[in-house]
């Protein structure tokens, strides 16, 4: 059975910093891609990052270039989301998903399992 656990959410004053976590038990991360979603009270689940497997390719969400980085250890079987600079606007329900290939993408459906989620709420 494959779980993603996350963890590292909390609250926050705005400008400052936090680190997500997410393992992965059950499947080995090599040849697939990681994502993180996030979704706010009353807005739809959008994509925040991604990360492909074999060059560590990396796409952000435009609002948060700049500000988060994505990255992954494949031998912990642990992907990370380095999260900078918080706003407000960056408070909701932080979600890892462990995509259906290779390469990362934003759409929902090329993820396969996705974590219950992680709390980030920033404070102005």
């Known amino acids: 059975q494959v779980q993603l656990v996350e963890s590292g959410g909390g609250l926050v004053q705005a400008g400052a910093s936090l680190r997500l976590s997410c393992v992965v038990s059950g499947r080995t991360l090599i040849m697939y891609a990681m994502g993180w979603f996030r979704q706010a009270p009353g807005s739809e689940r959008e994509f925040v990052a991604g990360?492909?497997?074999?060059?560590?390719?990396?796409g952000y969400v435009n609002s948060v270039k700049g500000r988060f980085i994505i990255s992954r250890d494949n031998a912990k079987n642990t992907v990370y989301l380095q999260m900078n600079n918080l706003k407000p606007e960056d408070t909701a329900v932080y979600y890892c998903a462990a995509g259906r290939g290779p390469f990362y993408s934003p759409l929902l459906s090329a993820h396969e399992y996705w974590g219950q989620g992680t709390q980030v709420t920033v404070s102005s």
């Open positions: 990360i492909s497997w074999s060059d560590g390719n990396a």
